[in-house]
């Protein structure tokens, strides 16, 4: 979905791994910096006091094992609101494997200068990297950290 006050990414990428193994890791918020080259630091800031972690019954073509979601809005919603995702998706014919989707959903007044700025693919590039990094963790072959941004939510 993309207008001229709207734009999405997503982002999505196979892992060799359970979607049980996936989604452990990625609740782990606390280890996000030993794996999480993108985003080093995921928490919940007030006057908030929770993040919507969501894993839902399987279900759908695939089903589902679980779902991330946050959001936020930067002076107020008009300017710029976003709400951001993380699905787990069981996949292959045993289910031993993770199809995980990650996407944002940008609104508002600003959504033509940050597009005009490049901005969102950066972010772009930046949630390849975090799903590349999941991967890594998840598949054992390292994820070892080292990013770049802060994410408070």
Excluded at 15 to 24: K, L, N, R
Excluded at 81 to 90: A, F, K, N, S, Y
Excluded at 109 to 135: I, K
Aim: aromatic share 8%; net charge negative.
């Amino acid at each position: 979905m993309s207008g001229m006050f709207t734009h999405e990414i997503e982002e999505s990428i196979l892992i060799d791994a359970p979607p049980t193994e996936v989604w452990s890791i990625l609740t782990d918020l606390a280890s996000w910096s030993d794996w999480n080259t993108f985003v080093i630091k995921a928490e919940v800031q007030p006057p908030h006091d929770r993040l919507a972690v969501a894993p839902p019954p399987l279900r759908g073509p695939r089903g589902r094992v679980g779902e991330l979601r946050w959001g936020g809005a930067w002076l107020h919603a008009l300017v710029l609101d976003t709400q951001h995702w993380c699905l787990v998706q069981p996949e292959g014919e045993d289910g031993r494997q993770t199809l995980f989707t990650q996407g944002e959903l940008f609104s508002g007044l600003m959504v033509p200068v940050t597009r005009a700025m490049g901005l969102f693919e950066q972010l772009r590039t930046g949630y390849d990297r975090m799903n590349e990094d999941l991967r890594r963790r998840a598949e054992g072959d390292g994820g070892d950290g080292g990013g770049v941004s802060e994410g408070k939510y």
